[in-house]
């Protein structure tokens, strides 16, 4: 699996795929390879076992943006899928209309904004159910949304045009 992860403000490229034990990881960041070994304690908290060294890793429950308790350490982070990471890069928030196309074929199950709301970069617009998983497809811009070309119970097509923010 690979995703981008921003930690502290710094866009990384993680890459994780299980090792040969149960709680056994192989993890690449920005291509250095790192041998893991993860057991999920209770909810929320994660030990770790790293090049020998063991860590406690605690999702911040009081963080208005996620974060993570490493020690006495916090760290910001945030997870990006790779394609809408792309897609943003692409349209950037440029000049002129962004199109919000559906990245995978299924079934709207919640439009989030209104025909002429006003929205801002990278708030959710539509949810898709792929698979039985629900997607969040997020605005490239702020903006106006000038058209909007789904409702709840529609089924979609990767490709296909969803909305428009201007």
């Keep these: ?23 056994q990881w192989a993890i690449r960041v920005d ?28 999702l911040d429950p009081h963080a208005e943006e996620p974060a993570l308790l490493l020690g006495p350490q916090r760290i910001a982070y945030g997870v990006e899928d790779p394609r809408s990471l792309k897609a943003r890069r692409r349209h950037g928030g440029g000049e002129g209309p962004a199109t919000l196309k559906a990245s ?19 708030q959710g617009v539509v949810v898709i159910e792929a698979m039985k998983m629900q997607n969040e497809l997020k605005s490239p811009k702020a ?11 529609d089924t979609v097509s990767a ?6 923010i201007a």
């Design 31 to 58: 291509g250095e390879v790192v041998e893991a070994d993860a057991h999920m304690v209770r909810p929320g908290v994660l030990s770790l076992l790293i090049g020998g060294q063991s860590h406690r890793l605690v």
């Design 104 to 122: 995978m074929p299924g079934r709207v199950v919640r439009v989030l904004v209104e025909w002429g709301a006003q929205i801002e970069a990278h």
């Design 1 to 23: 699996m690979k995703l981008q992860v921003e930690i502290q403000g710094q866009t990384r490229e993680v890459e994780i795929e299980p090792g040969e034990a149960p709680g």
């Design 159 to 164: 490709g296909d045009v969803l909305a428009i």
């Design 143 to 153: 903006g106006k949304v000038v058209e909007l070309k789904v409702s709840a119970g």
